[in-house]
């Protein structure tokens, strides 16, 4: 089973501020088969970037995602209010299972 | 749109069991591989079980495996998940979770319900 690492555990920004969240895999993720998703309390997950680097329909551009491998990145170039939310990084090329990191909490400065 | 609506979640003890259901609409619901994926207090995602567009393939994660039981009616859009033998690690919301697209390949959770809570306690 691969162990996704997500790092930090939470960040402290300001609406406007760039947000940097890492997730680290304990074996190569095939195909870069790695998404990320968004936690707002008291709603379902949103899928944000999958295969790494693609936005899902409907999603600003405002997010990116790179990387390959074993390390993964997700990138809000500008904080707006509603990003303030918990962030998932998940593999779904070696499965099952597929995995989830246990997650980065973005929460107001 | 796409809508999954979960149901039958609620308070059991340990040892007891629940169906879950997921129902449907605004979509082939027959077209897609289809998910459970849990919610844990304190702990994050965790995916439970995978099922096939015609039920051929169903996975489990190691937890779960003799305990649940996922499975689909294509006929009436819904999706199932029975869990017997419930533990108190198996309390969190559950998640009827969609494949992001129904071509052949790898793809992702692209469409989720808003949840069904289960609780497990004496």
């Known amino acids: 089973e691969i162990v996704l690492t997500q790092s930090p555990g939470s960040l402290s920004l300001s609406p406007g501020e760039r947000a940097t969240l890492t997730c680290r895999a304990s074996e190569l993720v095939f195909g870069n088969y790695l998404a990320w998703y968004q936690l707002r309390p008291g709603q379902s997950p949103r899928l944000l970037i999958y295969g790494a680097s693609s936005r899902a329909t409907g999603i600003p551009d405002r997010f990116s995602g790179s990387g390959s491998g074993t390390d993964f990145t997700l990138t809000i170039s500008r904080l707006e209010a509603e990003d303030f939310a918990v962030y998932y990084c998940q593999q779904y090329g070696s499965t099952p299972p597929q995995t989830f990191g246990q997650g980065t909490k973005v929460e107001f400065k | 749109q796409v809508q999954l609506v979960e149901s039958g979640g609620g308070l059991v003890e340990p040892g007891g069991s629940l169906r879950l259901s997921c129902t449907a609409s605004g979509f082939s619901f027959s077209n897609f591989y289809m998910n459970w994926v849990r919610q844990i207090p304190g702990k994050g995602l965790e995916w439970v079980s995978y099922?096939?567009?015609?039920?051929?393939?169903?996975h489990y994660r190691d937890s779960v495996k003799g305990r649940f039981i996922i499975s689909r009616d294509n006929a009436k859009n819904s999706l199932f998940l029975e869990m017997t033998n419930l533990r108190v690690e198996d309390t969190g919301i559950y998640y009827c979770a969609r494949d992001y697209s129904d071509t052949s390949g790898y793809w992702p959770l692209g469409n989720w319900g808003p949840g069904t809570l289960v609780t497990v306690s004496s």
């Open positions: 099922i096939s567009i015609s039920s051929a393939t169903r």
